[in-house]
């Protein structure tokens, strides 16, 4: 799957010379892959964002090959892993990329109802509209070490309110201390933890 340009999209270049060159970067036809496998014996489905393509930015192809990969998990029962670090919504593709925080919102609430586990973990950074809609519906919320997770940058927010914001603000350590993750894990351990939690969970 490809992007389309149905905006005529156009800033410092047309949209499609961007996407072509991010294809080249990246080796990637978008901003996020998808697999599925064994991780120390135990089914799982995977989709993870590449920063490398348009800072990770989620676009109509990218709602999609999530909305797939939760589709594969539906039919397999196979628990879901969703790996992000984005800079949020893809501008150039308007409402189209607002239209994925629904669409991807309303495949999970599938999962939910199939009582088939949905993990997420952000990376640094996940911001925007991903972090306003599938990186914060886990039913267990992930994050690495120090990594940067918003919505709005602390630029936007601190001009916005007229107040400084506090030490640390919106790094993964202060969101997990304000109740919004889990817990905490450096990606050496990762396999190990995600494998313990998916047995609790069987």
Excluded: W
Aim: aromatic share 6%; glycine share 8%; charged share 25%.
């Amino acid at each position: 799957m490809e992007s389309a340009d149905p905006l005529k999209f156009s800033d410092t270049k047309p949209y499609p010379k961007r996407i072509k060159e991010s294809q080249a970067k990246a080796q990637l036809k978008d901003a996020v892959r998808t697999a599925y496998g064994k991780m120390n014996g135990l089914d799982l489905v995977v989709a993870c964002m590449d920063f490398t393509f348009i800072g990770g930015s989620m676009g109509s192809v990218v709602g999609e090959k999530i909305a797939r990969a939760i589709d594969h998990s539906l039919k397999t029962k196979a628990p879901f892993l969703m790996i992000s670090r984005s800079g949020g919504a893809r501008m150039m593709e308007a409402g189209l990329s607002l239209m994925q925080m629904a669409k991807t919102s309303a495949k999970l609430a599938l999962l939910d109802e199939a009582k088939i586990p949905y993990i997420s973990l952000l990376t640094d950074p996940t911001t925007g509209g991903v972090t306003a809609s599938y990186a914060m519906l886990g039913d267990f919320n992930i994050s690495e070490p120090g990594a940067l997770i918003g919505f709005a940058g602390p630029r936007v927010i601190r001009e916005t309110i007229g107040k400084d914001l506090p030490k640390g603000f919106q790094s993964a350590e202060f969101v997990l201390d304000h109740g919004f993750l889990d817990f905490i894990v450096d990606r050496r351990n990762l396999k190990e933890r995600l494998s313990t939690l998916l047995k609790m969970l069987k």
